[in-house]
């Protein structure tokens, strides 16, 4: 029986379920100037939640593979129907489920199947499309919106996404050939059994960050939020010890590969928003992500991943140019490599922990620490150059970056703590 197409299954599901769940949206009603929070019932980071819930119970209870590659099945096909033309307003509750569903039952697919192997094929994929996914959404939409300064697009003539049709036929091509082919046996999942804290963490984990949003948004929109920039928002950083605490509370060393998913979501925060001019950037990233797994898995040092993280989270501080290039080209070329060699190389864990924690840096795509206000009128001016930051960018780096270390030391906790036991 051919194991080469579980592992083009695990490689394109788990990029097609990292792709919805970074970005569940198509854009039913697309402006060309995005501006604001959306409200959160029809936020990304809910409907991430939601795929999260999905995919931690499905990894949770699902243990025949044959079941699983039924629901990634299933899954891929209800991205596909939210892909075509005719969206409607919760669309995005409907791809994540089906995300959820891919990435739940792949975990199963891929535990106990040819060692650590096809969780490093998955960790690349999901890698590569968390970091990509938004920025190639809005190049989509920006190359298909008009040149006024504000259209907003009728749902009959939003056009269908190529990037989730094609990824999700994909899937379900695969997946249906990996049926008939009964490739993965044996047909069940040889894994201890269910542990009420993996539950608990896979459902406790989203359901903050949907209460963390719904904070954050309330002071946004507060009729009594500061004009001028001055508005704060600092509760953000009660994320790190909720998930430090997750991690330490799970059997056994489990809990290093959530911790080193909440390093890449904290170093994936300081990232700057950018929109692609073309495919080749993304393409690169893609190509980086696989081979940062590649090498977690060879020689796993999670903590020499850590450490890279932190760096490109440094890097952060430089906001105005010509400085700010350097984290531009961290950004860029240095953080899929040690995003997806982290994670790889704080593998194996347990199915549910492995969901959890592939789709952490999707739920927890909030900043630690923002500044928000209102104007009635600021004009525009050239940004100052120069390499000293102000002293609210050195907070928000300083933060993140002692959320990044934080994770590390746990991380090193644990395997001592292993060892010990």
Known sequence: MPSWILYALAAVGSFTAGTVLAAPSVDTYPLDTGFGFGAVETSGI????????????????LRHRVGALGAVVAGAALVAVVALPGAWRFDMYVSAV??????????????????????????????AALLTAEPVAEYREFAASSSGSAVYLKVS????????????????????????????????VDERRWDVRETVVGIGLPLVAVVLYRSLHSAVWSPDASPGGNGRWLWGIVAVPLVIGAALWLRERSGAVLLA???????????????????????????????????????????????????????????????????LLATFFVLPV???????????????????????????????????????????????SGWTPDSWTVLTTGVSVAGVLAAGAAMWWIGRRSEVL
């Open 46 to 61: 809910t409907a991430s939640a939601t795929g999260a819930l999905v995919a931690a119970s499905i990894a949770l209870w």
């Open 98 to 127: 089906g995300a959820g569903l891919v990435l739940g039952a792949l975990v199963v697919c891929c535990a106990r199947t040819a060692g650590t192997r096809l969780p490093a094929v998955m960790t690349g994929g999901v890698v």
């Open 157 to 188: 003539a939003q056009p269908a996404n190529t990037v989730w049709t094609v990824l999700s036929v994909t899937v379900i091509a695969v997946a249906t050939a990996a049926l008939v082919m009964r490739a993965g046996a044996p047909d069940s």
């Open 261 to 327: 998913a909440f390093a890449v979501a904290v170093a994936a925060g300081t990232a700057p928003s950018w929109i692609p001019g073309g495919w080749l950037l993304p393409a690169v990233m893609v190509v980086l992500a696989a081979v940062g797994a590649w090498l977690g898995r060879r020689a796993p040092r999670p903590m020499a991943g850590v450490g890279v993280l932190a760096f490109v989270t440094i890097t952060a501080i430089f906001t105005r140019a010509p400085w700010d290039n350097v984290h």
């Open 338 to 384: 040690a995003a997806a060699y982290t994670i790889s190389a704080a593998l194996p864990s347990t199915s549910a922990v492995t969901a959890a924690s592939f789709s952490l840096p999707a739920v927890m795509a909030l900043p630690l620490l923002t500044r928000f206000g209102w104007t009635a009128y600021t004009p525009l001016t050239d940004s100052p």
